[in-house]
């Protein structure tokens, strides 16, 4: 199972462009890299999934390099809300995931 | 896309007393779901994994004679929290495994349930 790495915490402003690294140095061939968004008291819920190259959502860019060993997630111009912590995270065997950390972002006004 | 909820969102208990939370996948069926357990400032820890119809299989460390789990049908999991005491204090997540128009498998995740044990 892919081991993931990411920033414990990252500061902006609103309306900045914010990117996140995830390191997965030992990723799998075939794994793709989903990124989920977790608000206080919530549950976490999807953001993004890539196994190459860029794909973009309403929602984020994914950058992931052609040696797949990390990805970027982009956040453009972001606001007071999206204030989260992010989780990187390769697929689990049959759905089991196991979170890292996670990155905690504070937008700030 | 698919939808898992989590019931109740959050529950107050005496110590001692049991607490039963539920997770339904509303438009699929699941025949696995997992529950996790997020203490404040930390990350998701799984707990175990329940499978329809058959007994759950629990993480290293969780006592399963205490958190319960339940798979009876392929869109309800329950998690009942035995003589729950404050140190069970937590946020409690359950997850469900599904695709979603185009996308690889992907996790869909309950609400959460704050329990908060007196």
């Known amino acids: 199972l892919a081991k993931t790495t990411q920033p414990i915490s990252m500061d902006s402003y609103e309306g900045q462009e914010v990117n996140i690294t995830c390191s997965h140095n030992n990723i799998a061939t075939n794994d793709y890299i989903t990124w989920y968004q977790q608000f206080p008291s919530q549950g976490p819920r999807f953001i993004i999934q890539g196994y190459k190259t860029k794909v973009t959502n309403e929602v984020a860019s994914l950058f992931i390099p052609a040696d797949r060993k990390s990805s970027t997630l982009s956040l453009p111009r972001v606001s007071l809300s999206d204030t989260a912590v992010y989780y990187c995270l390769p697929p689990g065997q049959g759905g089991k995931l196991i979170f890292g950390q996670g990155t905690e972002l504070s937008v700030k006004p | 896309g698919a939808v898992v909820s989590q019931h109740p969102s959050w529950v107050i208990c005496k110590s001692g007393t049991s607490v039963k939370i539920e997770c339904r996948s509303l438009d699929f069926q699941a025949t696995t779901m997992f529950w996790y357990r997020q203490f404040p400032k930390q990350s998701l820890m799984l707990m175990a994994t329940s499978n329809e119809g058959s007994k759950a299989t629990y993480e290293q460390g969780v006592e399963k004679d205490k958190f319960l789990i339940n798979h009876a049908s392929l869109t309800l999991s329950t998690l009942t929290v035995t003589s729950a005491h404050p140190e069970d204090s937590s946020f409690y997540i359950c997850?469900?495994?599904?695709?979603?128009?185009?996308?690889?498998?992907?996790?869909?995740f309950g609400q959460g349930t704050r329990l908060t044990v007196v």
């Open positions: 997850s469900a495994s599904g695709t979603s128009g185009d996308r690889d498998t992907e996790a869909f």
